[in-house]
């Protein structure tokens, strides 16, 4: 069983910076794949970013690449995603999520745990 927390979300302004942090419990972290997604009103969940279980592999869906970034501190059983350059639309509830077999899951399917989400709020 893991347990994750998400913290770091806020409001900012567009084009603002914003470090969203996922704590895990549970000695195994480090064989976990990662993931982030969100979710804005109306809509549904949706990708973000995924690492996997050694930080060697990343991916992220194409509206956030060159501008969010996913990586992981196996020794702080933590996992970021550092957000610049942010828009209104990226404006959602944030979910950090794990998966057991520790691949770069692209699907919310494929994740076993998750989060309660944080508020990422982009306004002037």
């Known amino acids: 069983q893991v347990h994750l927390v998400e913290s770091g979300g806020g409001l900012v302004q567009p084009g603002g910076s914003l470090r969203l942090s996922c704590a895990a419990s549970g000695r195994t972290f480090s064989s976990y794949g990662m993931g982030w997604f969100r979710q804005a009103p109306g809509k549904e969940r949706e990708f973000v970013a995924s690492?996997?279980?050694?930080?060697?592999?990343?991916y992220s869906t194409d509206s956030v690449k060159g501008r969010f970034t996913i990586s992981r501190d196996n020794a702080k059983n933590t996992v970021s995603l550092q957000m610049n350059s942010l828009k209104p639309e990226d404006t959602a509830v944030y979910y950090c999520a794990a998966n057991r077999r520790g691949g770069n899951q692209r699907y919310s399917g494929g994740y076993d745990y998750w989060g309660q989400g944080t508020q990422v709020t982009v306004s002037s």
């Open positions: 690492i996997n279980w050694s930080g060697g592999s990343t």
